[in-house]
């Protein structure tokens, strides 16, 4: 990406930080959407900044949206579409919305959607399928991805001449960071090649920890389906005598998941997220105000999220998945381990119930917010493919979509800011201390 420098003055105030995309040349057929944006239209980083420094902080991005001229003929153009990575509510209609604006409202004539991750870009695995409006008909009522998934890297020389043979022009990726890293790498090879691959990508993960993108689609699903998981483990711990319910939730890296299913649960005693570590043992550990909160009230419920307390695991693990993400160890039974063995060990006799809804949180279907995120991330892909941009991946900024550079998405990392609103109030919500110290 082109990083720009522009400076106007309004009051003394000198703005902007410019974020350029990628064009793979002139676009010169005009579209047939009516409604256009142009690539003057901005969206800043920030919406709330401090004039007293004179300046105003941060970058600014294009606004994603229909252009007035095309740089691919539509009736010539073929697309491809690919899922990555690990289920998150919502792939189904991604691929459906992206299908039906590129025929609908572009009329492009083939779309492809290739099998089982980065891997269907090899010739000699499952062929593509061919899209039609039966195939997707119903498969926004489905969980999963009807393409199927995969992690790891391709060979990206093989993957391109796979491309080109089958002549696609445009390539909509649908994952987390590796999956966009990896689009970025089979543009610049057909850059190379002088192919014109436009590359777009589409961020998903449930975690809702990807940078410029206010919330990821999946995320509120899940988020859903975990405080349901709640409830029933909140019945399960007040149902007997010094009950305990230990959930542990999605969360590699950030506890957005943990933090919103508590908030919404309000039946939450404990939060543990990886962006606050915690001590266990010690006046102020988490087992001693546990213990407190047993003796005072007879059941807890305690969420945890699987990237928390890695730091207490002597055997931490060094290995990576396919994806290039660090192996976790499972926080959660460690922690059930603990909690049993210490109350054991005061003399307090507990019902412990450990829960982990994991996997089921993340293969359902978007529920109806999710949904409307999900056509409007979709729409917006490919309203940029077909002007001709391509490295870059749609972000979703104060409530506009914008065109992010893979570049710089791949090198920001986003996380729970524990001085924010949503960290106060998971804590207001627990009533748990700010730190377990």
């Known amino acids: 990406?082109?990083?720009?420098?522009?400076?106007?003055?309004?009051?003394?105030?000198?703005?902007?930080?410019?974020?350029?995309?990628?064009?793979?040349?002139?676009?010169?057929?005009?579209?047939?959407?009516?409604?256009f944006v142009n690539d003057n239209y901005r969206v800043p980083e920030h919406i709330i900044t401090d004039l007293n420094k004179g300046y105003i902080e941060g970058l600014s991005f294009e606004l994603a949206g229909p252009r007035e001229k095309l740089y691919f003929d539509p009736k010539k153009t073929k697309a491809g579409i690919v899922t990555c990575g690990g289920l998150c509510p919502g792939l189904n209609d991604v691929i459906r919305s992206i299908y039906l604006e590129l025929t609908h409202a572009y009329g492009v004539q083939e779309v492809y959607g290739f099998k089982w991750g980065y891997k269907g870009l090899l010739p000699e695995n499952d062929p593509p399928v061919l899209l039609t409006s039966e195939f997707v008909d119903d498969i926004h009522k489905e969980g999963g991805t009807v393409l199927g998934t995969s992690r790891g890297p391709v060979d990206v020389a093989k993957a391109v001449d796979h491309l080109v043979e089958m002549g696609i022009n445009l390539l909509f990726t649908i994952g987390g960071d590796g999956t966009q890293r990896g689009g970025n790498a089979l543009f610049q090879e057909a850059k190379k090649r002088g192919h014109d691959l436009a590359v777009v990508g589409i961020p998903k993960t449930i975690d809702n920890d990807v940078a410029f993108v206010a919330r990821t689609f999946g995320y509120l699903t899940a988020v859903e389906e975990a405080t349901q998981v709640l409830d029933r483990a909140h019945i399960e711990a007040r149902s007997v005598e010094n009950g305990i319910s230990l959930v542990k939730l999605m969360g590699r890296n950030a506890g957005f998941i943990a933090v919103g299913a508590t908030v919404a649960s309000q039946d939450v005693n404990f939060v543990l997220v990886p962006e606050v570590p915690f001590k266990l043992n010690g006046e102020g550990g988490f087992l001693n105000v546990l213990k407190k909160r047993i003796l005072d009230r007879k059941h807890a419920l305690v969420v945890v999220a699987e990237g928390a307390g890695q730091e207490l695991l002597s055997d931490r693990q060094n290995a990576k998945d396919a994806s290039g993400n660090a192996l976790l160890n499972d926080i959660g039974q460690y922690l059930r381990d603990e909690i049993v063995a210490y109350f054991k060990k005061e003399n307090i006799p507990v019902v412990m119930r450990y829960i982990d809804p994991s996997y089921l949180i993340r293969s359902s279907p978007a529920n109806a917010e999710d949904s409307i995120l999900c056509d409007l991330f979709a729409r917006n892909a490919v309203h940029a493919a077909m002007a001709g941009k391509t490295g870059l991946v749609i972000g979703y900024l104060h409530d506009k979509f914008i065109h992010v550079p893979i570049e710089l998405l791949a090198s920001q990392v986003k996380a729970l800011d524990v001085s924010s609103f949503a960290w106060k109030a998971a804590l207001a919500a627990t009533g748990q201390p700010e730190r377990f110290e």
Do not use: W
Request: zero cysteines.
């Open 1 to 35: 990406y082109k990083f720009t420098t522009t400076f106007s003055t309004f009051e003394n105030i000198q703005i902007v930080k410019k974020m350029n995309i990628t064009h793979l040349g002139e676009a010169k057929f005009t579209s047939s959407v009516k409604r």
